[in-house]
């Protein structure tokens, strides 16, 4: 059945961008009750959703002309520049009144864009990046770091509570994008001293699985090395989180913070050691592949 009304007065949803992470996130907006108009580049990966009842769209554009909301989770900025603000996309399509929001990690001053070229057609819009990785989407435990106006933020709070559980307003839109940014800077520093110091380990002898038992709770505990040491000790390098989308993330924090005034070298060490992890052939793998930078057999 066509999705373009909705019988429990909820808003018809536009999903855009059905991969790893928005996959999940538009499967959890189905079991809410909500109806789906989805779409992805690479059409297969919406058909999950197909079979839970979405209905699967030619383009973002037609997509969100039969949507009140339109939420997107593309790759980088220039999908999101394309799936937006190109002839035919969604600022051009979109009902009026209706709600858009991008939850890609992207560049805050492009959400201001998309903000002034929507307000002026009468569209709010929301920046919502997420963090909590693969598993946060699969589980709905996301944490939600949101820019925009306080009535947008609060329309989209429903939808934004059945794919997380941590979701916090920042203030207008760019700070959601920035809010996720000050996250990489921190992420970027710990996938590196996870990788360093579980090389380490290996190369001095040590069981590296017993080390994991004994310091997961303590002080070196982090979500990243709960999640990612197993994978390592596994050699499962497939991805969870891109190593190229982990490259974009640090090229926009190393942007933005030198905007304000910043030089960070902890993030430009990580980001020469993820650019170098690209240049060996692990662009499409997870972020815990570092680890075979300094680990290769
Ligand atoms: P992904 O699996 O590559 O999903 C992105 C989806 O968007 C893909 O299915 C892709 O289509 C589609 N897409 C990309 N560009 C498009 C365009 N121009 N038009 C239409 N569809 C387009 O990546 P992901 O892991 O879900 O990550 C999505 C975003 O969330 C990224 O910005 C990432 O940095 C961020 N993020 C990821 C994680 C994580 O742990 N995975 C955590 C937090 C934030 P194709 O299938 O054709 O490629």
């Not at 934004?160 to 800077?185: C, D, S, W, Y």
């Not at 709770?217 to 990612?228: E, Q, R």
């Not at 993030?267 to 050691?273: C, D, I, N, R, S």
């Amino acid at each position: 059945m066509a999705a373009s009304s909705n019988e429990k007065d909820r808003p018809v949803v536009g999903f855009i961008g059905t991969g790893v992470m928005g996959g999940s996130m538009a499967g959890h907006l189905i079991d809410a009750g909500y109806s789906l108009n989805v779409y992805n580049r690479t059409a297969s990966k919406c058909e999950p959703l197909v079979k839970k009842g979405a209905k699967l769209h030619s383009s973002p554009g037609e997509a969100a002309a039969a949507s009140d909301i339109v939420i997107t989770i593309v790759g980088f900025p220039k999908d999101v520049e394309q799936v937006y603000l190109e002839p035919g996309g969604i600022v051009e399509r979109a009902k009026p009144g209706s709600l858009l929001i991008d939850m890609t990690t992207s560049s805050p001053e492009l959400a201001v864009r998309i903000y002034d070229a929507a307000r002026s057609k009468g569209l709010g819009t929301c920046d919502a990046p997420v963090t909590g990785g693969d598993r946060g989407a699969r589980e709905a435990t996301l944490s939600i770091l949101v820019g925009g106006t306080d009535e947008d933020f609060n329309r989209a709070l429903p939808l934004f509570e059945t794919m997380g559980k941590n979701i916090v307003h920042f203030g207008p839109a760019g700070f959601g994008q920035r809010a996720k940014l000050a996250n990489q800077i921190i992420i970027a520093g710990t996938m590196l001293g996870m990788c360093e110091g579980l090389a380490y380990a290996k190369k001095s002898g040590i069981d590296t699985q017993r080390l994991y038992d004994c310091i997961v709770s303590g002080s070196a505990g982090s979500w990243s090395f709960t999640n990612y040491t197993p994978r390592i000790l596994k050699e499962d390098f497939n991805p969870g989180f891109f190593v190229k989308h982990f490259v974009k993330d640090m090229r926009l924090a190393s942007q933005s913070s030198q905007e304000a005034g910043l030089s960070l070298k902890g993030l430009e060490t990580a980001l020469e050691q993820y650019i170098e992890l690209e240049n060996e052939g692990y662009a499409e793998n997870g972020t815990q592949s570092l680890y075979k930078l300094y680990c290769k057999d």
